[in-house]
């Protein structure tokens, strides 16, 4: 049996494309993405899908450039390999000419049964196996803007950099944990009544050199490493430790994750009894995006209000708010998103979202926070709206000590 022959389809195999790029110079390389391909073996089964297959590559030694070599990368996976010099402009027109192909092109599986198929083409250019590596980062940009379609790997575009600094802060993190560097920092919420600090929120931060990095730089990566439930559990540990010996509320941003993970009843439980507080001291802030709540997130949810946590959402406005989900959950607390607070008073489509979240919450009796608080005419026009709570820097930026 040759190693670097795919047996279905009688070309060239991953391996012999690693071989090949190690061998040669300056190439192009096509990758080619079947789109949607799992969807013809769910429908028609996987023999089905091997025979489309062998159509596929037996359509694609018919649209590739005729210098050119043909492999099969992995199962919905082909790559084009050219060693012609081209420019830009005759690598778009490749790849569009062979997606234009299958466009026109009808897959007969048997009499009754015929399909169309789409491809979504990464180009690189240059030496080595890494060409590879970045044909398919441009598929997976490809993935979340438009399928069908081709693009020329670009180092310096916004995706391939947002792609390096998930893989620096994947690092980051690993080592955070190890070095136990992740510490809960808290900021204050001053009740608009009292004008007395009432609560905290616990944000987490990593600690490096003396140089602070809020989650926005690391969640993403904290997600792709299966990691963010330790930095849930660690802040739930470093924040039931903190006030354990004060009377203030306090809350903890809560993952999709978390909910999906189904550990949080029992975590905060056993927080409450190892250090005493009692679970209605402490507020739970979901993201606004309720609309993709399971109903077993939402029975978790219920859950938890059952045995006395609040639950909150957090950054109510900032994406598309499903204001009739919102009414059949009522949460205790609603943080309205902090973009529009900073600007109502210069903007007056800022000053009417909040007055009709203002409007709902008072009706369905759900009490309002206000952030990015940040001088006292932002907290004057937050009073006057009759908002019941604000944070921000103008009361106390996140500390590691309460205030």
């Known amino acids: 049996m040759n190693k670097k022959n795919d047996p279905l389809t009688n070309i060239a ?31 028609f089964g996987l023999e089905m899908g091997d025979l489309s297959l062998i159509e596929i590559t037996r359509l694609l030694n018919l649209a590739k450039p005729n210098s050119s070599k043909l492999f099969r990368v992995n199962s919905d996976e082909f790559a084009i390999v050219s060693l012609d010099v081209m420019s830009s ?13 299958f466009d026109q092109s009808e897959i007969y599986l048997s009499d009754e049964i015929s399909i169309r198929v789409s491809l979504s083409i990464g180009i690189s250019i240059g030496s080595g196996a890494d060409i590879l590596n970045h044909a398919r980062t441009v598929i997976k940009e490809l993935r979340e803007h438009k399928r069908g379609s081709f693009k020329i790997y670009d180092p310096s575009s916004v995706f391939i950099k947002k792609q390096q600094e998930n893989i620096y ?7 955070a944990f190890e070095e136990e560097r992740l510490i809960t920092y808290y900021q204050p919420i001053i009740n608009n009544a009292t004008e007395k600090i009432e609560k905290y929120e616990c944000l987490i931060r ?11 730089r690391f969640m993403e990566a904290s997600k792709l490493t299966g990691t963010l439930s330790l930095v849930t559990k660690t802040v739930i540990e470093q924040s039931f430790k903190k006030f ?17 993970l189904n550990f949080l009843e029992d975590t905060l439980l056993r927080s409450a009894k190892k250090y005493n507080i009692s679970p209605s001291r402490i507020s739970l802030e979901v993201l606004e995006d309720i609309d993709t709540l399971t109903e077993d997130i939402l029975a978790q949810l219920n859950s938890l209000r059952y045995h006395g946590f609040k639950i909150s959402i957090d950054d109510f406005g900032s994406s598309s708010s499903n204001f009739s989900r919102l009414l059949e959950f009522l949460p205790d607390y609603l943080k309205i998103d902090g973009s529009f607070i900073k600007n109502i008073l210069s903007d007056k489509k800022s000053l009417t979202i909040v007055e009709a979240i203002v409007h709902l919450c008072k009706k369905s009796n759900i009490k309002i926070i206000a952030e990015f608080v940040h001088n006292k005419d932002v907290q004057a026009k937050v009073k006057e709206l009759g908002i019941e709570y604000s944070q921000g820097y103008y009361f106390g930026e996140p500390r590691e000590e309460l205030q």
């Open 206 to 216: 990593i600690c490096e050199n003396g140089v602070l990095t809020p989650p926005i």
């Open 13 to 43: 195999n991953r391996f012999a494309l690693i071989e090949y790029l190690k061998s040669v110079k300056d190439v192009n390389l096509f990758l080619i993405d079947i789109d949607n391909f799992n969807n013809i073996n769910n429908a």
């Open 244 to 260: 354990s010996d004060t009377e203030y509320e306090f809350s903890i941003n809560i993952t999709s994750t978390d909910l999906y």
């Open 89 to 101: 402009q005759k690598l778009s027109d490749i790849a569009s000419s062979i997606i234009s192909f």
């Open 169 to 175: 802060w994947i690092n980051k993190i690993k080592e």
